[in-house]
C-alpha cells in the first residue's frame, strides 16, 4: 500500500479520536478538538476529513443498530490500526523539524 | 421553515455516504446549541453550518470528479495511444497504406464534390443583406409544370394586398442586343427591373448609381446599368463610362452605374438593367412576362406568405387553360433558378456516391482485417502483457483514424481541383460559389466520421475479440482464430462476382455513351449559324386583356400570322448581304434534342405505331445545309399535307428512297386514339440523313414536315465562310424590322451538334470513373482477401514443404485454390453482368447494344492479375520460410 501522508486537520481528527478512545462519532470529535486547541473548529471540515480519512481505509465507520442510543441511528467511527503508523511518521517529521529550534522559538 | 430550508438544502447536496451521519448529528448539535442561544441566533447558527457542509463537501465533490473526469481519462487514454507506433505500423506496409488512402481519398472525394455544387445552388442563401428572406413569389401550373408571368396591371393589383413583404419588385428577363459606338453589337442576358428591385438586393454599385423612381416616370431620359463584366470588355474599366450612350435594342441610353460581377440578379448572370415601368398608364411589360421578387418581413414564415398569396391569386382566371390547377408558391430565391425535381436528382446522387463511400470503407476495413489477423501474435502478446482489451481497440482505431484523416485531406483537396474545373462547365449564377465552405468542410467531416466506422470499428474489435491465452496458442498457425478464414471464400467469390457484373454494365453504358456521341454528320457545319427568335405574346394578352378561350386562340393565330410574315421580310433581309449564302427557318437544328414521337403508316397494323423524330421546317431547309435530295422533290411554299423523309426513315419502313415515295403517314396526337387523327401525308421526297439524331447509328430515321405560322422558330443562316459573322447582320435587320423581336439565344451548327456529343462524353467519363473506382476497390479487396487466405495458410503450406513438396506443387495447390474461386466468382458475375447490361439497355431510349463480351473478358483479365499477384507475394513469403519454423508452433 502506498504510504499516506495525512493533512494537518486530519492528523486533528485522528488524535482527538484516540484521545477519546474509544469508538466515536462526529460531535465528541468536535468537541475534543476545539477543547484541546480552545478555537472553534468548522464541523463540516470535521466531517469531509472523516469521509477522506474513511477512504483512505484510516477510519472504520458502522452504522449504529437501532435502540443503540437515542433518536436516528448514528454512524460510529473507530480509527484502525493502520493509521497509527502515518501518525507516528508524521510526529516523527514534525519532532525533527522541531528539534534545535527551541532556542529561536522561545 | 427556515432550519427546514437548510436541511432541505443538504439533503440535496451532501453526497449519500455520509448525508444520513451528517444530519442525525447536525440535529445534535443543534439541539446542544439551542441551549445556549438565542432564536434569531440559531437561524444564523443552522444556516452558516448549511452552507459550511454544502460548500466543503462541493469542493469535496469537485475533486472528486475531476480526478475520475472523462476528460482527465481521456487524457491518460490519448497519452497511452501510441501514436508514433500507429504511424510506424502503416509505414511497414506502404501498399497497403496508399491503397486505402486512395481508396478513401477518391471515395470522399465525389460525394464532396456533388455535394458543393447543390451547396451553391440550394443551400448557400443569396449573398445580400438578409439573402435567405429573398423569395421568389410564384404562380405554379401544377398540370402543366411551369410558372405563369403576371401582366402590369395584375403586379399593381398585388402589389396593393401583398403585406408579407419589406420590399416587393418585379422583373423580367430577356436576351438583348446591345452595342456602343464602333463595339460590335452583341447579344447580353438583360432584366427589365421595378427601382424596388436594387434596394432589394441591397448591393450597391461599383461605380454611379442604380435605376431610380425618377428613372420609370413617363418621359424620364432613357437609362441603363450595366454589370462589370460588360464595363470592363467595352469601357476597359474606365470611370469614364458614366455618362456614355450605349443602344440597347437601337434604343440610345445613357450608362448610368455598374453592378459588381457578383451581382448578376435577378437572373443568373445579368448584365444589362433597364428600368421597368409597371405603372397601369404605361403598361410597357415588355412579352407580359412579369415574375415577383420581395423580401419577406422577418416575422413571416414561408408557408404564411404562401397562404397570403394563395389569397390573392384571382379566382377567375382566364389567361391560362385548366386554372383550378393554379398554385401559389412562395420559394427562397436561390433556389429558384434550378427545377426542384434536379434538386431530388442531385441529392440521390450525393446519397448513392455516399453509399459509394461506405463500400470503399468497407473495403478498406476487408484490408484491415486481413492485416490485423496477420498481426494478431501481436495483438496477443500486448493483451498478454496487460494491454486492456479497450485499449488495443483504441490503438487499432487510431490507425484507421490516421487513414481516414489522410484519406479525407486527399479527398478534399481532389474535389477542390475538380470543382475548379466545373465552375468552367457549369453555368451558375453569378452570386453562387462553387466553393468547400464551411458546411462542405461539415459534410467532410461527417464523411471522415463514416469511414472510421464503417473502416475502423469491425476489423478493432474482431482483432481484440479473441482472449490472449487462445490468440497466442493460435499464433503462426493456419485456421480461423477470427472466424475470418472460413470467411474468406465466400467473401471472395461474392466480392468476384459484384465486381465483375457491375464493372461490366458500367464498361458497356461508358462505351455506347462514347460512341453514341460520336458524329459522323456530314454537314457543313462551320458555315451555318443558328438563333433562336421569340415575337413574345400577342399584344393583346400582354395588355392584360380578358380574353376567352377562342377568341385566345383567334388572337394567337394572328400573331403568329405576323410572325411568319417578319420571318419572310427578315430573311430577304439577311439574304441581301454579300457574306450570307442562304437564310431558312426550322422547328429543330441537327444536334438539339428531340424525342421521338409516334407515327402511324398507312396500310400497316395499327397496333404496330413506330415513332420517329419529327422536325419542322421551311422549304429551303435542305439547301441551306447541304442535305442531299435522294428522290422525289423538296417542299413547296405553303404546302401542308406532305412529309419528306430521311433515308434512314425509307430504308427501314419501305426498303429504300424510291419505294418511299407516294407513301402516307401522320403524326399521332399524345392522348388521341390512332386512327382518329389528323390527314395523312404524302411522302414526296427523300432526303439524306441530316443529323435528325447526329452520332446514333441505330437511330438515325426521321422525317420532316413543312413549318406552319409560328412565334418562335430556329432562325438557320447559311454563310461563306464563318458562321459567327452572321450576328451584326441579324442584329441590326431586327432592330429595322421589329425591336419587340427577342432573339434568345445563338450558336453555331458546330457547336449544336458538338453539343450532345460533349454530354455524352462526360456522361461517359462518369461511367468511367465510376468504373475506375469500383475496379479499383475490387482489386484491393480481391488482393486482401487472397493474401490473408493464403497468410493463414502458413502451417499447412509448412507442413506440405516439410514433407517433401515440392515449391512448385505448393504453388499449384495455393493458385489452384485461389483460381477456382476467382472461376467461380468470375463465371457467375459475367452471367449476372450480362443479364444486367440487356435489361439497363433495353430500358434506355437508344438501343445499341453492342458490346459486352469483350469488356467482361477484360475485366476479368484484369481482376485475375490482381489476384495472381495477390497470391503469388504471401506464397513467396511462406515458401520462404523454414518449415520447420512454420510448423514449431505445434
Known amino acids: 500500500m502506498p504510504r499516506q501522508s495525512l493533512g494537518e486537520f486530519e492528523q486533528l481528527v485522528l488524535l482527538a479520536m484516540l484521545r477519546i478512545g474509544r469508538e466515536t462519532y462526529g460531535v465528541p470529535i468536535v468537541e475534543e478538538i476545539e477543547r484541546q486547541t480552545g478555537r472553534g473548529v468548522s464541523r463540516a471540515a470535521v466531517y469531509v476529513a472523516l469521509r477522506r480519512l474513511a477512504q483512505k481505509g484510516l477510519v472504520r465507520v458502522r452504522v449504529e443498530s437501532s435502540g443503540e442510543s437515542p433518536g436516528k441511528p448514528r454512524s460510529m467511527v473507530r480509527i484502525e490500526r493502520d493509521a497509527l503508523a502515518p501518525l507516528r511518521e508524521s510526529r516523527r517529521a514534525l519532532t525533527r523539524m522541531w528539534s534545535g529550534l527551541e532556542r529561536v522559538l522561545k | 421553515v427556515i432550519s427546514r430550508a437548510a436541511y432541505w438544502l443538504l439533503r440535496r447536496v451532501l453526497p449519500p455516504d455520509v448525508r444520513a451521519s451528517v444530519l442525525r448529528d447536525l440535529e ?15 437561524y444564523v447558527w443552522v444556516w452558516r453550518q448549511a452552507t459550511s457542509f454544502c460548500a466543503r463537501f462541493a469542493v469535496e465533490r469537485a475533486r472528486d470528479t475531476l480526478s475520475r473526469s472523462p476528460g482527465v481519462r481521456y487524457q491518460r487514454w490519448w497519452s497511452a495511444l501510441d501514436v508514433r507506433y500507429a504511424a510506424r505500423t502503416l509505414a511497414r506496409s506502404p501498399v497497403l497504406t496508399i491503397s486505402a488512402v486512395l481508396c478513401l481519398a477518391v471515395g470522399i472525394a465525389l460525394p464532396v464534390t456533388a455535394f458543393s455544387v447543390l451547396n451553391a445552388l440550394f443551400l448557400q442563401p443569396l449573398p445580400f443583406a438578409d439573402g435567405e428572406r429573398i423569395v421568389r413569389l410564384r404562380d405554379v401550373h401544377t398540370l402543366r409544370g411551369y410558372d405563369l408571368d403576371l401582366t402590369a396591371a395584375e403586379y399593381a393589383r398585388r402589389r396593393g394586398r401583398l403585406k408579407s413583404y419589406e420590399v416587393l419588385a418585379a422583373f423580367d428577363l430577356e436576351t438583348v442586343d446591345i452595342s456602343s459606338g464602333a463595339a460590335t453589337a452583341a447579344l447580353a442576358p438583360a432584366a427589365h427591373v421595378t427601382p424596388e428591385l436594387f434596394g432589394l438586393a441591397g448591393m450597391s454599385p461599383l461605380l454611379g448609381r442604380v435605376i431610380a423612381e425618377a428613372d420609370v ?14 464595363w470592363r470588355r467595352w469601357f476597359g474599366g474606365d470611370a469614364a463610362a458614366l455618362g456614355q450612350t450605349v443602344r440597347v435594342k437601337g434604343e440610345a441610353r445613357t450608362v448610368i452605374g455598374v453592378m459588381p460581377a457578383r451581382f448578376g440578379f435577378p437572373g443568373d448572370r445579368v448584365d444589362v438593367w433597364l428600368p421597368l415601368a409597371t405603372r397601369l398608364d404605361l403598361a410597357i411589360a415588355p412579352n407580359g412576362d412579369l415574375k415577383l421578387v420581395g423580401r419577406l418581413r422577418a416575422d413571416i414564415s414561408l408557408r404564411q406568405a404562401e397562404s397570403e398569396l394563395s389569397a390573392v391569386l384571382p379566382t377567375q382566371r382566364t389567361d391560362v387553360e385548366d386554372a383550378e390547377h393554379v398554385r401559389a408558391q412562395v420559394t427562397p430565391f436561390a433556389h429558384g433558378s434550378v427545377a426542384p425535381r434536379a434538386a431530388g436528382f442531385g441529392w440521390a446522387l450525393v446519397a448513392a456516391l455516399v453509399l459509394l463511400l461506405a463500400i470503399a470503407a468497407a473495403n478498406v476495413a476487408n484490408l484491415l482485417l486481413a492485416r490485423n489477423a496477420a498481426r494478431r501474435g501481436d495483438l496477443a502478446v500486448r493483451a498478454a502483457l496487460g494491454a486492456s482489451r479497450r485499449r488495443l481497440m483504441a490503438q487499432l482505431l487510431l490507425e484507421a483514424l490516421m487513414l481516414t484523416a489522410a484519406g479525407a485531406i486527399a479527398g478534399a483537396a481532389l474535389a477542390q481541383v475538380v470543382l475548379v474545373r466545373l465552375r468552367t462547365v457549369l453555368v451558375l449564377p453569378a452570386w453562387s460559389d462553387l466553393d468547400i465552405d464551411a458546411i462542405v468542410l461539415v459534410f467532410v467531416l461527417a ?22 491465452h487462445v490468440a497466442l496458442k493460435t499464433v503462426g498457425r493456419g485456421g480461423d482464430a477470427l472466424g475470418f478464414g472460413r470467411l474468406s471464400s465466400t467473401l471472395i467469390v461474392t466480392e468476384l462476382c459484384l465486381s465483375v457484373a457491375l464493372l461490366g454494365v458500367a464498361a458497356v453504358f461508358g462505351r455506347a455513351m462514347l460512341e453514341f456521341g460520336r458524329t459522323d454528320v456530314q454537314l457543313p457545319a462551320s458555315d451555318v449559324f443558328v438563333a433562336q427568335l421569340y415575337w413574345g405574346q400577342p399584344p393583346d394578352v400582354r395588355a392584360g386583356a380578358t380574353l376567352t378561350d377562342a377568341a385566345r386562340r383567334a388572337v394567337w393565330a394572328a400573331h403568329e400570322e405576323t410572325a411568319t410574315e ?39 397494323d395499327r397496333s404496330l405505331l413506330t415513332s420517329t423524330r419529327v422536325a419542322r421546317v421551311r422549304p429551303t431547309f435542305f439547301d441551306a445545309l447541304d442535305i442531299r435530295l435522294l428522290a422525289g422533290r423538296d417542299f413547296h411554299i405553303n404546302e401542308t399535307s406532305v412529309a419528306v423523309v430521311n433515308a434512314s426513315f425509307a430504308r427501314r419502313h419501305f426498303g429504300g428512297p424510291a419505294r418511299a415515295l407516294g407513301q ?12 382518329r387523327t389528323g390527314r395523312w401525308l404524302e411522302i414526296v421526297g427523300v432526303v439524306a440523313d441530316g443529323g435528325l439524331n447526329p452520332g446514333d447509328p441505330v437511330h438515325g430515321d426521321g422525317l420532316y414536315l413543312p413549318l406552319g405560322a409560328a412565334s418562335v422558330v430556329e432562325l438557320v443562316v447559311r454563310m461563306n465562310g464563318d458562321a459567327h459573322a452572321a450576328l451584326p447582320h441579324l442584329l441590326e435587320a431586327v432592330r429595322s424590322l421589329n425591336t419587340d423581336i427577342e432573339v434568345q439565344w445563338t450558336t453555331t451548327l458546330r457547336e449544336s451538334i ?29 488482393y486482401a482477401l487472397m493474401s490473408f487466405s493464403v497468410t493463414s495458410r502458413a502451417r499447412e503450406i509448412g507442413i506440405r514443404v516439410a514433407i517433401g513438396s515440392s515449391p512448385g506443387s505448393v ?29 439497363a439497355m433495353s430500358t434506355i431510349p437508344f438501343g445499341l447494344v453492342r458490346g459486352g463480351p ?26 520462404s520460410i523454414d518449415p520447420i519454423q512454420a510448423i514449431r508452433s505445434e
Open chain 2, 28 to 42: 445534535e448539535m443543534e439541539q446542544s446549541e439551542q441551549k445556549r442561544r438565542s432564536r434569531m441566533s440559531m
Open chain 2, 217 to 230: 416616370e413617363p418621359g424620364a431620359p432613357p437609362v441603363v446599368v450595366i454589370g462589370e463584366g460588360l
Open chain 2, 447 to 468: 464523411l471522415a466520421l463514416l469511414s472510421v466506422l464503417v473502416a475502423g470499428v469491425g476489423p478493432a474489435w474482431k482483432a481484440t475479440r479473441t482472449g490472449s
Open chain 2, 566 to 604: 417578319e420571318q419572310m421580310h427578315l430573311a430577304a433581309a439577311l439574304s441581301s448581304a454579300r457574306s450570307i449564302r442562304a437564310v431558312t427557318y426550322a422547328s429543330h437544328v441537327p444536334g438539339m434534342p428531340l424525342a421521338a414521337s409516334p407515327i402511324e403508316l398507312e396500310g400497316r
Open chain 2, 664 to 675: 402516307r403517314l401522320r403524326p399521332v396526337e399524345s392522348g388521341m386514339e390512332p386512327g
Open chain 2, 754 to 782: 458538338e453539343l450532345p456529343a460533349r454530354i455524352f462524353r462526360g456522361v461517359a467519363i462518369g461511367f468511367v470513373v465510376a468504373g475506375a473506382v469500383a475496379l479499383m476497390l475490387s482489386m484491393l479487396s480481391l
Open chain 2, 811 to 839: 504453388l499449384a495447390a495455393v493458385l489452384g485454390r485461389g483460381f477456382r474461386q476467382m472461376l467461380l466468382g468470375f463465371s457467375i458475375g459475367a452471367v449476372l453482368g450480362l443479364a444486367l447490361t440487356r435489361i
Open chain 2, 854 to 879: 469483350a469488356e467482361l473478358a477484360a475485366i476479368a483479365l484484369l481482376l485475375a492479375t490482381a489476384g495472381c499477384a495477390a497470391c503469388l507475394r504471401p506464397v513467396r513469403r511462406v515458401l
